[in-house]
């Protein structure tokens, strides 16, 4: 089974727009951890944020947000304003306590169009 | 800050040769992994490394690959003999029990 849905494939937006990625997981652990990371066209994995299951306070750096809602288990992504620089390749991950490794979802990519 | 390090950034390689990727992680991480992504695909798990001694591994990760921390401090993956569907990006990743913080990647070809 799939443990971490990203639905959105493609997402194109005009700058300066905002835009949320979504991010559907899946566990039976209650105690997990979750990840954003930005692959940009050179292609390295680049780490924006980690969130513990047992804090459920949204975050926010920046033009950056995320909201964890671990009643739907969602933790999406908004980006406000949108930059071209923000175009790349988004990767949701989640990682669970008795385990080390990190499950990623396919992938949304985003073009933000000047 | 500190990163984590994989050479080459670009290996080209003939089927059925032997590959070692290496990888210097962030020095006081513990847990070490490798990925790939073939290209335009999701990012996959092959390995994590702890305590000196493979921690989990994939399916992918059969008996052609294997992995080693040879001084303390590098990291390398080994692929035996290499086939084309190895093709892909390999990721390098380290962490201390959080976040995983991921090398720029060794794109390898296999022609």
């Known amino acids: 089974a799939q443990k971490v849905t990203q639905a959105q494939t493609e997402i194109s937006v005009v700058e300066k727009e905002d835009v949320t990625l979504d991010c559907v997981y899946e566990?039976?652990?209650?105690?997990?951890?979750l990840f954003w990371y930005k692959q940009p066209p050179s292609g390295e994995l680049v780490f924006l944020i980690r969130r513990n299951s047992f804090d459920e306070q949204n975050e926010i750096s920046g033009r950056y947000s995320w909201n964890f809602q671990k009643s739907t288990s969602s933790f999406n992504f908004t980006i406000t304003a949108s930059q071209v620089v923000d175009s790349a390749v988004y990767f949701c991950a989640l990682r669970e306590l008795l385990g080390n490794q990190f499950y990623f979802g396919t992938g949304t990519s985003l073009t933000v169009i000047p | 800050e500190p990163e984590v390090t994989q050479t080459p950034s670009h290996q080209v390689t003939q089927m059925g040769q032997e590959v070692i990727l290496r990888c210097v992680p962030i020095?006081?991480?513990?847990?070490f992994y490798w990925y790939r992504q073939i290209l335009g695909q999701k990012v996959e798990f092959l390995v994590s490394?702890?305590?000196?001694?493979?921690?989990?591994k994939s399916e992918i990760f059969d008996d052609q690959f294997s992995v080693e921390r040879p001084d303390g401090s590098n990291f390398t993956l080994k692929i035996r003999s290499t086939k084309l569907e190895d093709s892909a990006m390999y990721f390098c990743a380290s962490s201390e029990g959080g976040g995983a913080f991921f090398g720029q990647g060794t794109r390898l070809t296999v022609v």
């Open positions: 020095s006081n991480h513990l847990y």
């Open positions: 566990t039976r652990d209650t105690t997990y951890y």
């Open positions: 490394f702890y305590n000196n001694e493979i921690s989990e």
